[in-house]
């Protein structure tokens, strides 16, 4: 093992010193051998910094670190999530009911399909316009009210499939609030009516404090209009969790309730009950479809050479540029505006999951671990941070993301023919064209014009993700794709990606912050800036 790691730093020099071009003038065939794909997916990873030699190194090291037998630890229940001794069975949530492969949790499978089918009890209701608010009128307005993973998953999902079309309409509106701050309720209240809103409490644990905030003042809205606590909690508010008794003891009716388990960890939960949203919005076949690109993604990971599965191809490469080159940003790029979120969801999954300096014994990780993940919209990021991607100091691997068959018969009948298919191929042509100027700088330019200014170094690695076309059923396989590739990242670096105990002390801390704000005297506690910003909140209020 030693003597592969330090192989590979040993071509982390090279590389370091060496063009990205230069790989594609050593011979070899480079798109033979840094292109993958599966199904929908289409992987181009010869724009990164690795020659075959270094590829192979990575590939010692996966076989090495026996990564095939974490992942099945995964998939047969073990407690991966050591630090909370429990298993991670989030893939089980897209399983088809008659699959019998976890022996340990038989009846896991079952449970869940019995959980969706209580999902679909209430989606029918609401959807046929039988949900009916404290004064008799049907619900016209749903407000989703969580955060982190028991939000953005949804939150990507509901926009992404815009186009495919509400089968519910504009009959039934869905909105997502999730800042602490009160600005999303507080805008919101203006325009809803209290007797057509259905709140959805979405949180694992059924405590985070930035949704109950937001739940205590969406009650507070709701009762001053029915002039009861009950009649608003039974007639306005669903539960998702997976506490069941604190669901009950905040007074969500059982039928209002769905749960889920502790085994699906918050940021991988978007396939569980916490996707009520998306079923709402477009019917349980829509979610069952989503379900099975998820299904058809685990049984890719499951069952392909590390060489040809996807998740594991961009885990390397991840590993690589982190662990190696110590690149530490990593921009996602999507070249489809339906898959705008992409970057905040994965960010939260990178980021949450494998952000950690302690490895899965307790040491100090031997590696530098997650980058920085970003992002957004490829063409309009050209606009905004692009410049320093062309022209800064600092090295950056891009992961751009385009849809390739979009609008081919005539989308619109309002739109003349091809318009919007032209602008499909236009998003593409770009998608393209800048990584390869990211890639191999500036090839076009007259070799005398060397204007320093407008100079394009180059040499930053990127890899491009074509999908074939955007279906409920192939984006459930790209965001398994991404988790994954997120899991196989941890077991190179040997972390637990289930856990996220750094965000704990940030929580507990705010609470004490917010006691001080009103009891100066609490205010000791704290270090000396956070001391004057506490004393600058209640003099500027006092005012
Ligand atoms: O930010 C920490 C975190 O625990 C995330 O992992 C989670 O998705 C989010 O908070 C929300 O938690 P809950 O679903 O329990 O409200």
Request: charged share 20%; aromatic share 10%; glycine share 6%.
């Amino acid at each position: 093992m030693e003597k592969i790691i330090e192989a590979l730093k040993e071509e982390a020099i090279l590389a370091r010193k060496r063009s990205i071009k230069s790989l594609f003038n050593s011979g070899a065939d480079r798109i033979d051998l840094f292109t993958a794909e599966h199904g929908s997916f289409k992987i181009d990873y010869s724009k990164q910094n690795i020659s075959s030699q270094g590829w192979s190194l990575l590939l010692d090291y996966y076989y090495k670190s026996k990564i095939d037998h974490k992942i099945h630890a995964l998939f047969s229940g073990k407690p991966v999530n050591v630090t909370e001794n429990r298993p991670a069975l989030h893939f089980a949530l897209r399983a088809p009911k008659d699959v019998r492969s976890l022996p340990k949790h038989s009846s896991i499978v079952a449970d869940v399909h019995d959980e969706l089918e209580a999902m679909a009890l209430i989606v029918r209701k609401i959807r046929k316009r039988k949900w009916r608010g404290y004064s008799g009128k049907a619900i016209t307005n749903i407000v989703s009210l969580g955060v982190g993973g028991s939000e953005l998953g949804p939150l990507l999902v509901c926009d992404a499939l815009q186009e495919i079309g509400s089968s519910i309409g504009d009959s039934i509106k869905l909105h997502f609030v999730s800042s602490m701050d009160g600005t999303q309720i507080s805008q919101l209240l203006e325009v809803l009516d209290p007797e057509r809103t259905l709140f959805i409490i979405s949180s694992k644990s059924f405590t985070t404090v930035d949704t109950f905030y937001n739940v205590n003042t969406a009650l507070k809205w709701l009762t001053s209009y029915s002039g009861s606590i009950e009649l608003a909690k039974n007639h306005h508010f669903i539960g998702v969790s997976a506490s069941q008794e604190k669901m009950e003891a905040w007074g969500i009716r059982k039928e209002n309730q769905l749960i889920f388990w502790n085994w699906v960890g918050g940021r991988f939960s978007l396939w569980s009950t916490i996707g009520l949203p998306i079923a709402i919005k477009y019917g349980m076949d829509v979610f069952y479809e989503l379900l099975e690109g998820g299904y058809e993604m685990d049984f890719h990971f499951k069952n392909s050479t590390p060489e040809s599965c996807l998740p594991t191809v961009l885990a390397l490469i991840s590993f690589w540029n982190s662990s190696f080159l110590e690149i530490s940003a990593n921009a996602v790029l999507p070249y489809d505006g339906r898959l705008k979120l992409l970057p905040n969801y994965l960010s939260q999954l990178e980021m949450e999951s494998n952000g950690k300096a302690v490895s899965v014994n307790g040491t100090e990780v031997r590696f530098k671990t997650s980058p920085i993940i970003w992002g957004e919209l490829g063409p309009n990021a050209q606009h905004a941070f692009y410049q320093l991607l062309h022209q800064g100091t600092q090295d950056v691997s891009c992961d751009f993301i385009s849809t390739v068959k979009r609008y081919h018969n005539g989308a619109r009948p309002d739109v003349e023919a091809d318009f919007l298919y032209q602008q499909q191929s236009l998003s593409l042509a770009n998608c393209f064209a800048q990584s390869s100027v990211l890639a191999f700088g500036d090839i076009f330019a007259e070799k005398e014009e060397i204007n320093p200014h407008k100079r394009y170094r180059g040499n930053q690695p990127s890899t491009t993700l074509l999908i074939e076309e955007l279906t409920p059923r192939i984006l459930g396989s790209l965001i398994a794709l991404y988790e994954h590739k997120t899991y196989v990242l941890s077991c190179l670096w040997d972390i637990n990606p289930f856990d996220q105990w750094g965000v704990e002390l940030g929580k507990s801390i705010s609470e004490e912050a917010l006691r001080a704000i009103h009891e100066p005297n609490y205010r000791n506690k704290f270090d000396d800036s956070t001391k004057w910003l506490l004393t600058q909140v209640s003099d500027w209020s006092s005012k």
